[in-house]
């Protein structure tokens, strides 16, 4: 059985619930974590929020110029080294430390270079919307590629698949090291 970890970003909550009950409802074994303020990302990052037998990894945030929605904190909650406002490349290349993972993420914009970039630097795959994409698109691409994946296809046939559904789909892209 596949394991899949959703990490769950602000005001994303009925998006990751949905996702999870169709995955679950497929057969596949589904982990959530919620994101309550920005080091919660980090630690994610840095592989402390999931066991490590899972390797795909659904990001369900909200994006903005290309960067991940942080929740945002009263001043004096922040800890010194904080992430404010959005996790952008930057901050994901200095705190990555998953190796060999699948990620996929529904948050508008973080699907171009710089990001895949700081993502696929471990061996990893990333796949997101490079614009801002409508949400019932973003669900419907998740589903259909976790649909395809599941029917025993590998990762560019199920992509292909759930990419060509229609134009908004469209704008998920996937990266990964070239090899």
Do not use: W
């Amino acid at each position: 059985m596949k394991k899949i970890g959703i990490l769950v970003g602000s005001n994303t909550d009925l998006e990751a619930l949905s996702i999870r009950q169709s995955l679950e409802y497929f057969g596949y074994e589904v982990y959530m974590k919620y994101v309550g303020r920005p080091n919660d990302f980090r630690d994610f990052l840095q592989g402390k929020l999931f066991s490590n037998e899972i390797d795909f990894f659904i990001l369900c945030f909200h994006g903005i110029n290309g960067g991940f929605i942080m929740p945002k904190l009263s001043r004096e909650i922040y800890t010194a080294d904080e992430v404010k406002n959005k996790f952008g490349f930057k901050d994901i290349e200095e705190n990555i430390l998953l190796k060999k993972k699948v990620f996929l993420s529904t948050a508008c914009s973080v699907g171009k270079k710089n990001m895949a970039n700081s993502f696929i630097k471990n061996n990893s795959i990333f796949i997101a919307p490079k614009g801002y994409i409508e949400g019932n698109s973003a669900y419907v691409f998740v589903i259909n590629f976790f649909y395809n994946f599941f029917e025993n296809q590998d990762i560019e046939g199920s992509f292909e698949k759930a990419m060509n559904i229609d134009a908004e789909t469209q704008q998920f892209k996937l990266f990964r090291v070239l090899k």
